[in-house]
Structure formats: C-alpha cells, structure tokens
C-alpha cells in the first residue's frame, strides 16, 4: 500500500538527501503531520505516515518539487 510511509520514503518523495528531515519537522514544525503508527519491537519503532496527509502539509508548505505530482 504506497499510502503508507517511512520517514525514508518521505524524504524520498521530497527531494530531500536525509531521511532525519522527517523526524526534524516532526519535533519542530506543529503543522508537520503526526504518524498514524510506530511498528516494531519493544526497543526500535518504525513511524508511518499516510502520504495524503504528508504530501497536503508539503504542498501548503511549498516542499514539494513539481515533477511528484503524480505520486499521490
């Protein structure tokens, strides 16, 4: 299911070179999206985002290039 997304496949569809982005704006910015689940064992979570959600707070925000349009 492509609407569910790591922090990596954020960054990916973002044009940015750092997965750690995703986790900056998450601690910094209040309008970044929160995940919807952490997956994993009791010592390393995984968090998931719906990319609707993710690819909404980008466009608004103007982080998100042109040529991604179609990866909704």
């Known amino acids: 299911m492509d609407h569910m997304v790591g922090a990596f496949d954020i960054a990916q569809r973002l044009g940015w070179r750092h997965p750690e982005l995703v986790h900056h704006y998450l601690n910094t910015d209040p309008t970044f999206p929160r995940p919807v689940a952490a997956i994993g064992g009791p010592t390393r979570k995984t968090k998931v985002w719906t ?22």
Do not use: N
Not at 51 to 72: H, N, Y
């Open 51 to 72: 990319w609707p959600e993710v690819e909404r707070w980008a466009r608004r925000t103007g982080r998100l290039p042109d040529d991604t349009a179609g990866q909704s």
